[in-house]
């Protein structure tokens, strides 16, 4: 079974599918990439802060959640833009981590109405130490060249593409949240895992 980490009969439990991909996340890969390899010199920063992570998929929900949690943030999860918007009017963020592309109201409806909600209010409920504008990081799989700008244009301050390391939200979070970044170290996954 050369290249085979794991494997599941049909049908699929959604609880043994999760189960399964944690553990892969865990074990230790044989080849590592320049890219890796470099990374592992870098060390991702913690972050003492509360976000909000918007993702239809439960897989890469639970991964995200651990990832954030794994560089010190609390993380509340909505799995669309309905929901979001709920979260958001209830309880004050430092940032969401938005999907793009989701049923019922993706994250570009979902970001446009925060938006407008920012400027018809200021009591818009934000962070510590941030003004009335909801920091609303995109995720999404598109990684063509006009999708950053699509992302920009509906009213999210930054992009990042999956699939993603700990270390590139690190830094994502690291330039929204520098005061929010602490001197704990960081709790490791393994190297290479992406979601």
């Given at each position: 079974m050369t290249g085979i980490e794991a494997f599941l009969s049909k049908p699929v439990r959604q609880s043994r599918l999760l189960n399964?991909?944690?553990?892969?996340?865990?074990?230790?890969?044989?080849?590592?990439?320049?890219?890796?390899?470099?990374?592992?010199?870098?060390?991702?920063?913690?972050?003492?802060?509360?976000?909000?992570?918007?993702?239809?998929?439960?897989?890469?929900?639970?991964?995200?959640?651990?990832?954030?949690?794994?560089?010190?943030?609390?993380?509340?999860?909505?799995?669309?833009?309905?929901?979001?918007?709920?979260?958001?009017?209830?309880?004050?963020?430092d940032l969401v981590l938005m999907d793009c592309q989701m049923p019922e109201m993706d994250g570009y409806e979902a970001t446009q109405?925060?938006?407008?909600?920012?400027?018809?209010?200021?009591?818009?409920?934000?962070?510590?130490?941030?003004?009335?504008?909801?920091?609303?990081?995109?995720?999404?799989?598109?990684?063509?060249?006009?999708?950053?700008?699509?992302?920009?244009?509906?009213?999210?301050?930054?992009?990042?593409?999956?699939?993603?390391?700990?270390?590139?939200?690190?830094?994502?979070?690291?330039?929204?949240?520098?005061?929010?970044?602490?001197?704990?170290?960081?709790?490791?996954?393994?190297?290479?895992?992406?979601?």
């Amino acid at each position: 079974m050369t290249g085979i980490e794991a494997f599941l009969s049909k049908p699929v439990r959604q609880s043994r599918l999760l189960n399964c991909l944690l553990q892969i996340m865990s074990a230790p890969t044989e080849a590592a990439d320049k890219q890796t390899l470099e990374a592992r010199h870098e060390k991702p920063s913690r972050f003492n802060a509360h976000l909000l992570l918007v993702e239809d998929a439960p897989v890469n929900r639970e991964l995200g959640r651990i990832m954030l949690e794994n560089l010190g943030c609390r993380v509340d999860t909505a799995w669309n833009g309905r929901e979001a918007l709920e979260a958001i009017e209830r309880q004050s963020y430092d940032l969401v981590l938005m999907d793009c592309q989701m049923p019922e109201m993706d994250g570009y409806e979902a970001t446009q109405r925060v938006r407008e909600r920012e400027r018809s209010s200021s009591t818009v409920p934000v962070g510590e130490g941030q003004s009335d504008h909801l920091i609303i990081v995109a995720l999404t799989a598109h990684a063509m060249q006009g999708d950053r700008q699509t992302c920009l244009d509906a009213g999210m301050d930054d992009y990042l593409t999956k699939p993603f390391s700990t270390l590139q939200l690190s830094e994502v979070l690291s330039r929204w949240l520098p005061f929010r970044a602490t001197n704990d170290t960081p709790r490791q996954l393994p190297e290479g895992r992406d979601i």
